[in-house]
C-alpha cells in the first residue's frame, strides 16, 4: 500500500521560509519522479516544482523560481521543498505526488493528472 504524507507546514510572515517535507512508502522511491503542487481556495490545483528520479533535474513553475528549491533523499524516500522569501500569494494547500519517472522529460510532468500517488496535503498560510 502506497503512502504520501507531507509536513512542514504553517503560518509564517512574508519574508520568512518553510521547509516542506515528503515522506513516500510502498512503492520504488527511486523509480519515480516527484512534484509539489498547490492549491488555494477556490482555484485549480497548480504545478510548483518536480525532481527527477535521481535528483539531477528540476523544475519550476515561473513564479517560485530562484524561492523554492525542490529536493529528495532517495535513502530516505523523502522530497523536500524548501520555501524562500515567502508571499502571501504562496498561500495554499500543498500537495507532494509521485509520476513515473518517465513522464518527467515530458510536457506531462507539469499535469496533476499524470501522477499517481498523492498525499493529504499541507497548509501553507504566508500573512503580510
Known amino acids: 500500500q502506497v503512502q504520501v504524507v507531507e509536513s512542514g507546514g504553517g503560518l509564517v510572515e512574508a519574508g520568512n521560509s518553510l521547509r516542506l517535507s515528503c515522506a513516500a512508502s510502498?512503492?520504488?522511491?527511486?523509480?519515480?519522479?516527484m512534484g509539489w503542487f498547490r492549491q488555494a481556495p477556490g482555484k485549480e490545483r497548480e504545478f510548483v516544482a518536480a525532481?527527477?528520479?535521481?535528483?539531477?533535474?528540476?523544475n519550476y513553475r515561473d513564479s517560485v523560481k530562484g524561492r523554492f528549491t525542490i529536493s529528495r533523499d532517495n535513502a530516505e524516500n523523502t522530497v523536500y521543498l524548501q520555501m524562500n522569501t515567502l508571499k502571501p500569494e504562496d498561500t495554499a494547500e500543498y500537495y507532494c505526488?509521485?509520476?513515473?519517472?518517465?513522464?518527467?522529460?515530458?510536457?506531462?510532468?507539469?499535469?496533476?493528472?499524470?501522477?499517481?500517488?498523492w498525499g493529504q496535503g499541507t497548509q501553507v498560510t504566508v500573512s503580510s
Open positions: 510502498g512503492l520504488t522511491f527511486s523509480n519515480y519522479a
Open positions: 525532481i527527477s528520479w535521481r535528483g539531477g533535474s528540476t
Open positions: 505526488a509521485a509520476a513515473r519517472s518517465e513522464l518527467y522529460y515530458t510536457r506531462s510532468i507539469y499535469r496533476a493528472t499524470s501522477y499517481d500517488y
